[in-house]
């Protein structure tokens, strides 16, 4: 079986790190930056709370 993933042109979604996005669009390869952050910081109590809330509506 023959795969012909790389034989199509590829297009890179990037999540969060802007270093990885630029060095992508530096070779010239098609990409799409999206400016991802993890809810709440990242704190995990907050993330809870907000779980929370989230079902109560």
């Known amino acids: 079986m023959e ?3 790389f034989d ?3 297009c890179v979604i990037n999540l969060g ?3 990885f996005f630029e060095s992508v669009k530096d070779q010239g ?3 799409l930056h999206v400016d991802w ?3 709440a910081g990242g704190d ?3 993330i809870e709370i907000l779980d929370r809330l ?3 509506g």
Request: aromatic share 0%; net charge positive.
């Open 44 to 46: 995990l109590r907050l």
């Open 17 to 19: 790190l802007p270093s």
């Open 29 to 31: 390869a098609a990409c």
């Open 54 to 56: 989230r079902e109560l």
């Open 37 to 39: 952050r993890p809810p």
């Open 3 to 5: 795969h012909k993933l």
């Open 8 to 10: 199509e042109e590829m």
